[in-house]
């Protein structure tokens, strides 16, 4: 009797749970776009009432390996082109399309103990986290610092490598050891020193090393909503989404 | 009392033991069913394998040594000296295993980081811990020692009195008599419960990635190895986590056997 009333009970919280799930949008995102994404599923979720937004962040290929397995969701975006071709090369999204462009950029904790004022200065640093080269952020950084090797002397990159004390699995992961003041400098995306606000010193990388980062989206083949995912991908390309973008330190595409 | 039978409570322990068990064993099964043994040897020549299996059995026999070594005064301490102290230390040495790892990890970067609590005083004495193979000691032995400690602490209730005042009247310090008497007669209980504590240092992740970081050859645990290579190949973390699941399967072997061995001489503890 009493197994029955659990039952029911247990009944009774998973009836409404699923009725939501019904409107339920969920989009698979990059780590580094965790603050703009929120606003723009802000803005998404009014314009369409009684629909509900789940954002799952994490990596760019911990995402891509999650969706690969089967992990359900409506719309990715991610924050490099090869995590979405392999995607695509499955046949797990949509054509992709380029919403945002994103600039790495030299970051140091607030009051710059090492003393660190550009690139050049890398090798100074007693300790350097970087990305681990299998996450995007990680291979743009070799692309950075083997083109920094161009400028600085080719051992550029090999003295900054002896101080590197970490290899994170994220961005964020990245920024966090910045912010905390374990790491003397690290390079991660100008959106995320943005997110970081005073406790990091952004320092611009010299023009001609750096990279830009395309972030594409996409509707996934085994999409839920697909409907309301195709219109969260034309929210992002509208005027207001670039515009929110842009406040969050994203470059805009413009319409090429 | 009859056990079992063709009763609904008979059925019920069946039922409940075939599900239970069919779950706990399904993904361990998978993890050597989806793979071949070309992907086993894959595995083992993975590039990030050598460092990590050396770091990892590094680091876990340090950090076991470390407990067992501490967790066994600590453990006596509060098994033969009951009292207000005791069952506070005895608290105290739970919360570990009550905390998720993540959040032991950011306790650990907060407590011992270049700008924590004791980490500031460390750093003025030019002692950086973050990012360094100790870090990852200090992470395992946290998250491992309330395994240590409890069955420890259970051990060394149940040795009997009377065992320890003869041995105390025969002249031994009280030193001697924890070494003659109360180790041999907790032997069993301290064996399997620094087989459990060095199981869970070896599955180590959460704390680890947080506080100590991730870099080949200094930080990289086997678990961090794992979840690297699962973000350029699921097929390389899975080869390479079968590679740790069949070495810590063979060490729990081992440590059971030495186990039921240590339990002959400790039912009859040998004359001090």
Same mark, same amino acid.
């Given at each position: 009797m009493r197994l029955l009333c659990l039952i029911a009970l247990w009944a009774g919280f998973a009836r409404p749970a699923r009725a939501e799930a019904a409107r339920e949008l969920v989009v698979f995102a990059a780590a580094s776009l965790r603050e703009a994404f929120a606003e723009l599923g802000r803005s998404f979720e009014q314009s369409h009432p009684g629909t509900k937004v789940a954002f799952h962040l994490a990596g760019s290929q911990e995402l891509r390996t999650q969706i690969e397995n089967g *992990?359900?969701?409506d719309v990715f975006a991610s924050a490099d082109q090869k995590q979405m071709q392999a995607l695509l090369d499955d046949r797990l999204a949509a054509t992709p399309r380029v919403f945002a462009r994103n600039e790495p950029v030299l970051v140091v904790p607030a009051g710059n103990p090492a003393g660190i004022?550009?690139?050049?200065?890398?090798?100074? *640093?007693?300790r350097i986290v970087v990305g681990a080269p299998e996450v995007p952020i990680g291979a743009y950084t070799l692309r950075i610092l083997d083109a920094a090797s161009r400028t600085y002397g080719a051992g550029f990159r090999a003295r900054v490598e002896a101080r590197v004390a970490s290899r994170e699995l994220n961005v964020r992961q990245v920024l966090a050891k910045v912010r905390l003041g374990e790491a003397d400098a690290a390079i991660v995306y100008r959106t995320d020193a943005a997110a970081a606000g005073s406790q990091v010193q952004v320092i611009p990388l010299p023009e001609g090393v750096n990279v830009v980062a395309e972030y594409p989206v996409a509707v996934l083949t085994r999409a839920k909503q697909p409907a309301l995912a195709r219109e969260f991908v034309d929210l992002l390309l509208s005027a207001p989404g670039q515009e929110k973008l842009a406040r969050f330190g994203f470059l805009t595409v413009g319409r090429k | 009392m009859k056990q079992g039978g063709p009763t609904a409570w008979g059925a019920a322990q069946a039922l409940a033991s075939v599900l239970l068990g069919a779950f706990l064993l399904l993904p361990v099964l998978a993890l050597f069913s989806t793979l071949g043994w070309s992907d086993f040897l894959g595995g083992l020549r993975n590039p990030l394998l050598g460092p990590a299996l050396r770091l990892s059995l590094l680091t876990t026999a340090t950090s076991l040594a470390l407990v067992v070594g501490l967790g066994s005064l600590f453990a006596w301490r509060v098994a033969r000296n009951p009292g207000r102290l005791s069952r506070w230390l005895e608290a105290v040495a739970q919360i570990p295993a009550v905390i998720p790892p993540a959040v032991a990890g950011v306790g650990l970067l907060l407590a011992?980081?270049?700008?924590g609590l004791l980490g500031a005083f460390l750093e003025r004495h030019g002692i950086a811990l973050v990012f360094t193979t100790p870090a990852v000691v200090l992470a395992e032995a946290f998250v491992s020692a309330p395994f240590f400690i409890q069955a420890a602490i259970a051990a060394f209730r149940r040795v009997d009195e009377n065992l320890l005042v003869v041995a105390r009247t025969l002249g031994a310090s009280p030193f001697r008599a924890f070494v003659r008497v109360g180790l041999p007669a907790a032997a069993p209980g301290l064996v399997a419960g620094a087989a459990m504590s060095w199981a869970r240092a070896v599955g180590e992740f959460g704390a680890t990635l947080l506080f100590a970081g991730n870099l080949t050859g200094r930080t990289q645990t086997m678990p961090l190895a794992v979840y690297t290579a699962m973000e350029s190949d699921l097929r390389a973390a899975q080869s390479l986590s079968l590679v740790l699941v069949a070495i810590a399967f063979a060490l729990l072997f081992v440590l059971r056997r030495v186990a039921s061995g240590a339990a002959l001489p400790g039912t009859e503890p040998r004359r001090a």
């Amino acid at each position: 009797m009493r197994l029955l009333c659990l039952i029911a009970l247990w009944a009774g919280f998973a009836r409404p749970a699923r009725a939501e799930a019904a409107r339920e949008l969920v989009v698979f995102a990059a780590a580094s776009l965790r603050e703009a994404f929120a606003e723009l599923g802000r803005s998404f979720e009014q314009s369409h009432p009684g629909t509900k937004v789940a954002f799952h962040l994490a990596g760019s290929q911990e995402l891509r390996t999650q969706i690969e397995n089967g *992990a359900p969701g409506d719309v990715f975006a991610s924050a490099d082109q090869k995590q979405m071709q392999a995607l695509l090369d499955d046949r797990l999204a949509a054509t992709p399309r380029v919403f945002a462009r994103n600039e790495p950029v030299l970051v140091v904790p607030a009051g710059n103990p090492a003393g660190i004022h550009g690139l050049e200065d890398l090798p100074e *640093a007693q300790r350097i986290v970087v990305g681990a080269p299998e996450v995007p952020i990680g291979a743009y950084t070799l692309r950075i610092l083997d083109a920094a090797s161009r400028t600085y002397g080719a051992g550029f990159r090999a003295r900054v490598e002896a101080r590197v004390a970490s290899r994170e699995l994220n961005v964020r992961q990245v920024l966090a050891k910045v912010r905390l003041g374990e790491a003397d400098a690290a390079i991660v995306y100008r959106t995320d020193a943005a997110a970081a606000g005073s406790q990091v010193q952004v320092i611009p990388l010299p023009e001609g090393v750096n990279v830009v980062a395309e972030y594409p989206v996409a509707v996934l083949t085994r999409a839920k909503q697909p409907a309301l995912a195709r219109e969260f991908v034309d929210l992002l390309l509208s005027a207001p989404g670039q515009e929110k973008l842009a406040r969050f330190g994203f470059l805009t595409v413009g319409r090429k | 009392m009859k056990q079992g039978g063709p009763t609904a409570w008979g059925a019920a322990q069946a039922l409940a033991s075939v599900l239970l068990g069919a779950f706990l064993l399904l993904p361990v099964l998978a993890l050597f069913s989806t793979l071949g043994w070309s992907d086993f040897l894959g595995g083992l020549r993975n590039p990030l394998l050598g460092p990590a299996l050396r770091l990892s059995l590094l680091t876990t026999a340090t950090s076991l040594a470390l407990v067992v070594g501490l967790g066994s005064l600590f453990a006596w301490r509060v098994a033969r000296n009951p009292g207000r102290l005791s069952r506070w230390l005895e608290a105290v040495a739970q919360i570990p295993a009550v905390i998720p790892p993540a959040v032991a990890g950011v306790g650990l970067l907060l407590a011992f980081g270049r700008r924590g609590l004791l980490g500031a005083f460390l750093e003025r004495h030019g002692i950086a811990l973050v990012f360094t193979t100790p870090a990852v000691v200090l992470a395992e032995a946290f998250v491992s020692a309330p395994f240590f400690i409890q069955a420890a602490i259970a051990a060394f209730r149940r040795v009997d009195e009377n065992l320890l005042v003869v041995a105390r009247t025969l002249g031994a310090s009280p030193f001697r008599a924890f070494v003659r008497v109360g180790l041999p007669a907790a032997a069993p209980g301290l064996v399997a419960g620094a087989a459990m504590s060095w199981a869970r240092a070896v599955g180590e992740f959460g704390a680890t990635l947080l506080f100590a970081g991730n870099l080949t050859g200094r930080t990289q645990t086997m678990p961090l190895a794992v979840y690297t290579a699962m973000e350029s190949d699921l097929r390389a973390a899975q080869s390479l986590s079968l590679v740790l699941v069949a070495i810590a399967f063979a060490l729990l072997f081992v440590l059971r056997r030495v186990a039921s061995g240590a339990a002959l001489p400790g039912t009859e503890p040998r004359r001090a």
